[in-house]
């Protein structure tokens, strides 16, 4: 399986921003597809998933602004970031949960697409 960001980039005080996500490859379902994070010296978070049977999850800090979805048989996901702050600057990485609860469940990630906030 593979994952292909895009859509990050520079962004201003309450601009938006929509990043994509591609999947290729043998995904099985159940699955999780979505987004993490990671700011300069700060851990890894997550920012939105969205599973194949339709649920979401958003971090506290998104909820209201960012909106999750998934198009393309559920193989594409997109972030639409919209009010972005100086904290949404980060490192924004694709993740793919495949086959959840079988033996063949696997976690992919994708390379990275940076938003930075610019003043």
């Known amino acids: 399986v593979q994952l292909v960001e895009s859509g990050g980039g520079l962004v201003q005080a309450g601009g938006s921003l929509r990043l994509s996500c591609a999947a290729s490859?043998?995904?099985?379902?159940?699955?999780?597809m979505g987004w993490y994070r990671q700011a300069p010296g700060k851990a890894r978070e997550l920012v939105a998933v969205l599973t194949s049977g339709g649920s979401t999850n958003y971090a506290d800090s998104v909820k209201g602004r960012f909106t999750i979805s998934r198009v393309n048989a559920g193989n594409t996901v997109y972030l639409q970031m919209s009010s972005l702050k100086p904290d949404d600057t980060a490192v924004y990485y694709c993740n793919l949960k495949s086959g959840i609860g079988y033996v063949t469940e696997s976690d992919y990630w994708g390379q990275g697409t940076q938003v930075t906030f610019s003043s």
């Open positions: 490859g043998m995904i099985l379902r159940p699955n999780v």
